[in-house]
C-alpha cells in the first residue's frame, strides 16, 4: 500500500484545510485525491441508524454522487459507512478521514469498505502520520478535517449529545452550509438534528436543497425527470414521483396484470430507471 503525503497549500484539492484551526503539517492518504478542488459535501450521522436513516443516507448520498459530488465522511459505523457505500454504488468519488494513520484503518471490521473506497478510485487520508494508532481525542480533531474538506455537511440523525455536533461546530466555524435531515420528533436520534433546525440550518429531504446552494450549476444542467419507454413505464414512474413505493400498490394503480407489471418493472430496473429497496418497496433512480 503506497502511502502518499500532501502539504494542503500545494494540493488543489486540499486548499481548504489552509483555512481551518490547527491546519495540518502534512496529510497522508492511500488511494487517489482529486487533483482539482471539486464540491464536495460530508454526510455525517449516528453509528446507529434507523431504517429510515439508513433509507435517507443512500438516497442522498447516491443523488449527490450522481451529480459528481465528491462524498466525504470518516469511515465510523452507521451513517458514515453507508454514505461512503452509497456513494460507491453510484459510480461517484468517496474520501474517507481517519482518526488514526491510513495503515490503521479504524475501527478494523470497515476493512472491507476501505478497499471498496480505494477500488473505486477513493481516497482515505489522516492527518496523522504513520503507524498512529486512534486515540478518544483523534476523533475529535478529525472532525474540522471532515468539515475542512467539504463545502457543506448534512447531518442524517443525530441525538441531542451526539459527536457529530462536533462536525456541526467546526463547519459552522469554518463558514460551511450545514444541512440537516428532519427526524421523527418523537425518536431520540432527532432530537440533535431537530435542535439544528431550530437553529437556523437547511432543511433538507432531497439532494437539489443542497445543490441549490452549494452548486446551482449542476441543477441547471440537470436532465429532465425520466421518461418510461412504454406508456405503462411513465405512469409506473408518475406513480412512484407521487410517493407510492409499493409494488403490489404500484400495480393495482397502474390497471394492468400481475405478468404485464413485473415485465415492466423488470426492463425497468435493467435500464437504470428504478432501483429496488427490498420487500418489494421501489425508488427512482
Known sequence: MKINRATPDKHNYLK???NIAKVPKYVYFTGTLPEERTTSVAIIGTRKPTAYGKEVAK????DLAKKGIVIVSGLAFGIDCIAHQAAIDAHGTTIAVL???VDQVTP???QDVANRILNSGGAILSEYEPPTDARIHHFLERNRIVS????AVVVIEAAARSGVLST???ALEQGKEVFVVPGNITSPLSAGCNALLKQGAHIVTCAEDVLEVIAPELLEAQAMLPLGSTPLESVIIGLIQSGIRD???LQRQSLVTAGEFSQALTMMEINGTIRGLGG????LR
Open 247 to 249: 409494488g403490489d400498490e
Open 168 to 170: 456541526v461546530s467546526h
Open 108 to 110: 478494523r471490521s470497515n
Open 59 to 62: 438516497q442522498l448520498t447516491h
Open 99 to 101: 482518526a488514526s494513520s
Open 280 to 283: 418489494n418497496q421501489w425508488a
Open 148 to 151: 475542512g474538506l467539504s463545502d
Open 16 to 18: 481548504p484545510l489552509t
